[in-house]
């Protein structure tokens, strides 16, 4: 109980550390009931901007609708036969519930627009309290308020966790948090079983986040190499690590995925979290006294685990994803997130690598401060992390959201230096101004303030055109008109397709995932090569109707690649005669053909 004594100033004090998980939990009720009336809209018209939200409720959909637990295979893309995708279903579980719970008071329809605008905010709350936890246990108890505001500041993070964002991206951020935790967690076995535990459903859910989960594993072996105490730490990761991956393999592989297959959770990299887990559990059960031993027999272990894989799965050297060529040509190497960051506009640059940069240096700084307490090591374990997550940037600019929530203990350590001082001058507007700039500062936040003021580097009257117009063409309201016509299979571009089947009754021929590779590429070249070509492609593929989105961003490749093809001459109105047009409302964005 609170001493009578105490001031009020002590008993919030108080309050804010003991009762803090509760406290984060309200906080993230009111970012998410926050969230939601922002993007009402969104949520009302069934926005799912991006294709693997669309595919992610068609794939929930199917299994609501009887389709077997390990079944992932679309059916309504490319029939008869569908494709397979590499996802699993842990992510459509909650998704599935919401749908399941909101049916006893809406209809099917509401209930999937409420469950597709809540379903993204709750891995939310895991991502706040792993990072507070993280806060709480290297810089202050009462950090974690700071840690929550420079969260939700994140703007790359976040989008992660916006209502429609329904696919899997913020189940493993969520993930990487708890990770983040367990990697300077004091109690030893408690962080090893949490790192271990968060890297196997990271693993089982995607193989996105398998480098930090690498990363993650190698710090904590470091950590025991350092310091032989640490040994429970690596044996209680090591059992999780192999022993959750193997739960999570039986419990969630798909039928596709027990299969040698180097894009998921399958036999391949199951094989790999178990040999890890077994030799890291030797080294901790067995390490000697001397800490070179130690090192050499982690760098030896580390090595056998490399050259095995080599050597028993030498298909997956190459992209994991295992295209043909030309399709990883004409469609992988163009895929803009997958781009390394300095390929993209100063202005996303820089708008993602603010913080990532801030935190990486705030977590150095304290990590320098805390080098004679017991918090060094953890700070060290966050400064590695976030390095590795800057570096990812250099790699793929889909980074972005992971390095941003790692950078922000690194960014809160250097608020809790700086604040105090400014709070703390003889200047009242020091104290404020001063304060609330330093805040804009170390969390990043002046980025987005100061580019809306910059001119440079917005996108040009050209790129509003194409961005608009694949928008539109992708809004509920249009796309609903083509249930006019039968149910039947529409040849349309790669980008449309998972769209078209969550928000129509029509089925499409192919979505840009790997596992469709050849339809991708029937796509590619109906609209490349002659209207002949174009006719028999559509037809094998059993399609009886044509749409299409002028310019479209995909519509611009095929125009630039092959000026004379299929797409360009019908962008010129060139229409062939085995086609004809076929009416849709006025002013509608799309064009729509019969295909004889």
């Known amino acids: 109980m609170d001493q009578p004594h105490q001031s009020p100033w002590q008993r919030g004090r108080d309050l804010l550390d003991r009762h803090w998980v509760a406290l984060t939990l309200l906080a993230w009720l009111g970012v998410a009931a926050w969230s939601l009336a922002d993007r009402w809209g969104q949520v009302r018209w069934l926005s799912l901007g991006d294709t693997d939200d669309n595919m992610r409720l068609m794939q929930v959909r199917a299994w609501l609708d009887g389709q077997g637990w390990y079944d992932l295979r679309q059916y309504r893309m490319n029939p008869p036969a569908g494709f397979d995708i590499h996802w699993s279903r842990i ?7 919401l749908i399941l719970f909101f049916r006893l008071f809406t209809s099917n ?18 991502a706040m309290l792993g990072i507070g936890a993280t806060v709480r246990r290297l810089i202050h108890p009462l950090a974690w308020p700071l840690a929550i505001l420079f969260l939700v500041g994140a703007t790359a993070t976040m989008l992660m966790y916006m209502p429609e964002r329904i696919d899997h991206h913020g189940w493993q951020l969520a993930m990487l948090s708890l990770t983040l935790a367990g990697l300077c967690d004091p109690r030893a076995r408690r962080g090893g079983a949490l790192v271990g535990i968060a890297s196997a459903v990271s693993l089982s859910i995607g193989l996105e986040l398998l480098p930090y989960a690498a990363m993650a594993g190698a710090i904590i072996a ?37 299969a040698m297959r180097c894009d998921a959770l399958t036999p391949v990299w199951l094989s790999v979290m178990i040999a890890a887990g077994m030799l890291l559990f030797l080294l901790a059960r067995f390490g000697p006294a001397s800490r070179g031993v130690r090192l050499a027999l982690a760098v030896a272990a580390g090595a056998a685990i490399v050259i095995g894989f080599a050597l028993m799965f030498p298909q997956c050297l190459a992209r994991p994803e295992g295209v043909s060529p030309e399709l990883q040509r004409n469609w992988l190497n163009n895929v803009r997130e997958a ?10 640059g820089v708008a993602i690598a603010t913080l990532p940069v801030i935190g990486l240096l705030g977590a150095l700084f304290a990590a320098w401060r805390a080098r004679r307490r017991p918090s060094a090591i953890g700070w060290v374990a966050v400064a590695l992390f976030t390095t590795f997550a800057v570096l990812m940037l250099l790699w793929q600019v889909r980074a972005g959201p992971a390095a941003q929530m790692l950078a922000v203990p690194g960014g809160v350590a250097l608020a809790w230096v700086i604040v105090p001082r400014l709070l703390g001058h003889r200047s009242m507007l020091v104290r404020v101004l001063g304060t609330a700039g330093a805040l804009v500062i170390v969390s990043g936040f002046f980025v987005g303030i100061a580019l809306k003021y910059v001119p440079v580097g917005k ?25 006019k016509y039968p149910a039947q299979t529409i040849f349309t571009f790669v980008d449309m397709g998972p769209r078209l089947i969550t928000i129509t009754h029509h089925n499409a021929i192919a979505g840009p995932y790997h596992r469709n590779g050849a339809a991708i590429l029937d796509v590619q070249h109906a609209f490349a090569r002659t209207p002949d070509e174009a006719h028999a492609i559509i037809k094998r593929h059993g399609a009886t109707l044509l749409l299409l989105c002028p310019n479209a961003a995909e519509s611009t490749n095929y125009k630039a690649r092959s000026p004379n093809g299929f797409y360009a001459q019908m962008a ?15 002013n509608s964005p799309l064009r729509l053909f019969k295909v004889d």
């Open 222 to 258: 470091l950590r025991w190499v350092w310091d032989r105490a640490e040994a429970p730490r690596l044996a209680v990761y090591a059992l999780t690590l192999g022993g959750g991956s193997t739960l999570g393999f039986a419990l969630f592989a798909s039928n596709a995925n027990q």
């Open 339 to 348: 781009k390394p960051i300095y390929k993209h506009s100063w202005r996303t």
């Open 91 to 97: 992510v459509d579980l909650p998704i599935a519930g």
């Open 572 to 586: 010129k109105n060139q229409v062939p005669t085995w086609l004809t047009p076929l009416p849709l409302p006025r």
């Open 459 to 483: 996108p040009k009257g050209y790129e509003k055109r194409v961005n608009m117009a694949t928008g539109n063409c992708l809004r509920t309201t249009v796309l609903l008109a083509l249930n």
């Open 109 to 126: 329809s509401w209930a999937e627009r409420l469950a597709c605008g809540i379903a993204p905010l709750l891995p939310l709350s895991i």
